[in-house]
């Protein structure tokens, strides 16, 4: 059985596939699911709809089954070395997150070009994300734009309204938070509809909850967040 890989950036257990809403991107799930079958796999669809949580969830399932894994987040990474990926070509399962980061940065656009003919040789299996489809990404090098566009390219829609709402219950009660159907509805129908800036109000609104000792309701969340 192979060790996971010490890195700074771990997948967080709280990201795995039993836990992902995949209404409307069952497909994409399954093809995750049986990473096996792929050798490079292209995630992309608008910022939070769920990129970063398929890729840690990709990265437990493998780390569960004996594999070494490793997660990059380019949002931390970007502005660091592109040396970061020398060397990763003997891990089982790499996630690159946020690809479309390194767009214009030479020395990225080798490196990846170079870990990606590495991995493709090994044997290996490769995971990228990004907010745009490999054909729309800024990428200069032709020679890994070409090599961005010959794996399997999922498109991550967007979670219709029921389904955002079951999302945002569920975080809820991670929280500790009691939130029922009424109020989840009023957030996804009032507020900002990306996941990233209702986790944030969801937060805003427990402290408040936990401050003032009230259960979350529409009219405090309404006064809370003076809407």
Known sequence: MHPQIPLPFKPQDEYNFNNFIATGNELIVQSLNTIENEFFIFLWGASSTGK?????????????????????????????????????????????????????????????????????????HLVISSTQSPQQLGIQLNDLKS??????????????????????????????????????SYMVNRLPRDLASLWVLLEKLDKACMTEQRKLTIPFLKNTLQL
């Open 52 to 124: 970063t949580h398929l890729l840690q969830a990709t990265c437990q399932q493998q780390a569960l089954q004996g594999k070494t894994v490793c997660y990059l987040p380019l949002i931390d990474l970007h502005t660091l070395s592109s040396d970061i990926l020398d060397g990763m070509d003997g891990i089982d399962t790499i996630c690159i997150d946020d690809i479309q980061l390194i767009s214009n940065k030479r020395d990225w656009e080798v490196s990846l070009f170079n870990l990606f003919n590495q991995i493709k040789q090994q044997g290996k």
């Open 147 to 184: 090599r961005l566009s010959s794996g399997l390219a999922l498109n991550l829609t967007p979670l219709d309204d029921e389904s955002t709402v079951q999302v945002l219950q569920n975080r809820a009660l991670k929280l500790g938070l009691e939130l029922n159907q009424d109020t989840a």
